[in-house]
Each structure stands twice: as structure tokens, then as C-alpha cells.
């Protein structure tokens, strides 16, 4: 059974840094995709970062240079490093993950089976 828990959201003052983890366990391969999504009410949930088996990652263009992916297999843990944090940085942040049968399968599509619970970021000015 494929659990994700993500921990590292808080409160953080507008210039600061934070680091989500995403513990995701059950998977019986190294081989899948995990992302980090971010949601506000009443908007629609965007894809913020994600990474794929063999490490290729890609960002939202709102993060880029700020943010930072990286995944340690022995740990089957995914971080995101968040730097120069803003306002708009102000979110829920939910990890997701999914199987996939190629180690170089894409991590910027669909496919995201598996999801947290979510961990709340806020940035204040």
C-alpha cells in the first residue's frame, strides 16, 4: 500500500526559506514520479515542481531559481528546497506520486496516483 506524508510547511517571513519532505513508501520499484503541488482556495492547483526516476526535474515557471527538487531513493524520500520565499508562495503543498514502468518516464504529465494530505506554507510580509 503507497502511503505519502509530507512534512516542513510553516510560517516564514517574505526572503526566507523552507524544505518540504515527501516520505513516500510502498512503492515496489524505484521506478516513479513525484511532484509538488501547491493550492489556494479558490484556485485551481498548480504543479510546482516534480522529478523523475532518474532524476529529471522540472519547475513551474513562478518557482524557477527559487525552488529545488531532489529525491533520495535510499530513503524513498523527495524534498523541495524553497528559497527567497513570497507572498504568493502562500499555499497548501501537497506531494503526489505514481508508478511508471520506464525509469526515464516524464514527470510533467498526469499520473499522479497517490497523493498526501497536504502541508500548509505561509509566507508574511
Known amino acids: 500500500q503507497v502511503q505519502i506524508v509530507e512534512s516542513g510547511g510553516g510560517l516564514v517571513q517574505v526572503g526566507g526559506s523552507l524544505q518540504l519532505a515527501c516520505a513516500a513508501s510502498?512503492?515496489?520499484?524505484?521506478?516513479?514520479?513525484v511532484g509538488w503541488f501547491r493550492q489556494v482556495p479558490g484556485k485551481e492547483r498548480e504543479r510546482v515542481s516534480c522529478?523523475?526516476?532518474?532524476?529529471?526535474?522540472h519547475y513551474a515557471d513562478a518557482v524557477k531559481g527559487r525552488f529545488t527538487i531532489s529525491r533520495d531513493n535510499a530513503k524513498k524520500t523527495v524534498y523541495l528546497s524553497m528559497n527567497n520565499l513570497k507572498p504568493e508562495d502562500t499555499a497548501v503543498y501537497y506531494c503526489?506520486?505514481?508508478?511508471?514502468?520506464?525509469?526515464?518516464?516524464?514527470?510533467?504529465?498526469?499520473?499522479?496516483?497517490?497523493w498526501g494530505q497536504g502541508t500548509p506554507v505561509t509566507v508574511s510580509s
Open positions: 503526489a506520486a505514481g508508478p511508471t514502468f520506464a525509469f526515464r518516464a516524464t514527470c510533467a504529465s498526469s499520473g499522479y496516483n497517490y
Open positions: 510502498g512503492f515496489t520499484s524505484n521506478y516513479y514520479i
Open positions: 522529478i523523475n526516476s532518474a532524476g529529471t526535474t
